[in-house]
């Protein structure tokens, strides 16, 4: 089972750039989430689906795009990138809305760098 | 609003040290789900153990054990006779019921086991 992946695992961008982060899972899960991962400030959530065509903003929406078209992918865009956007992000997915209180699987982690 | 604090950002031990990794939460909901999340030098997220609100009972693995107390909204992890291989990041989260359902993490404690 591939579980959650994301691609891709490193990325360098210039200001200004746009960009789409790729989230796929294959475990069926209704509920997919973005986070981003900065020093000190554990992960917060920029936005989150409880299914196909419903999404949701999180703690730290702005300057990021999403959209659920299918249960298996959920991307993340960047539309004009920021060195504020320069962060380590991760995908999730879990169960929701019964079999809420299993763990949320995470993807590997992208690791994005802007210029 | 749920809320996770990880009041404690790092901590250093000699191995072979017992070591308790604090978290206090808050939430207005009486159903709940607690985590704990290990990430270890290589980035990726590794999912520790879930307690349900309703119950109370501590649980051990290993070297590993959780003290869940509602009276003072902590969920504590303890590590007993700390290796090197547990040097990480632990976040603790914490997930509401009903149609939001987010994950909201903590800050995260570094851990740093001296050989």
């Known amino acids: 089972n591939a579980g959650v992946t994301q691609t891709p695992k490193f990325q360098v961008l210039k200001t200004g750039q746009s960009m789409t982060l790729q989230c796929a899972q294959d475990?069926?899960?209704?509920?997919m989430s973005w986070y981003r991962q900065d020093p000190g400030m554990g992960l917060r959530l920029i936005h989150y689906s409880v299914g196909a065509g419903i999404t949701d903003q999180g703690e730290v929406p702005n300057g990021y795009n999403v959209s659920r078209s299918t249960t298996e992918d959920f991307p993340l865009r960047l539309l004009s990138a920021a060195p504020s956007q320069t962060s380590v992000y991760f995908c999730?997915?879990?169960?929701?809305?019964?079999?809420?209180?299993?763990?949320?699987?995470f993807g590997d982690g992208t690791r994005l760098s802007i210029l | 609003a749920q809320k996770v604090t990880q009041a404690q950002t790092e901590i250093s031990v000699v191995e072979k040290e017992d070591v308790t990794l604090d978290c206090v939460y808050e939430t207005r909901d009486t159903t709940y789900y607690l985590f704990w999340y290990k990430q270890p030098p290589s980035g990726e997220l590794v999912f520790l153990i879930r307690r349900n609100s309703f119950d109370e009972q501590n649980e051990i693995s290993g070297r590993y054990s959780w003290n869940f107390q509602k009276s003072t909204s902590s969920f504590n992890f303890t590590i007993t006779a700390s290796q090197v291989v547990d040097s990480a990041v632990y976040f603790c989260a914490l997930r509401e019921t009903g149609a939001n359902s987010k994950l909201t993490f903590g800050k995260g404690i570094t851990l740093s086991v001296r050989p």
């Open positions: 999730a997915s879990s169960y929701w809305p019964y079999r809420n209180n299993q763990p949320q699987h």
């Open positions: 475990m069926n899960h209704e509920y």
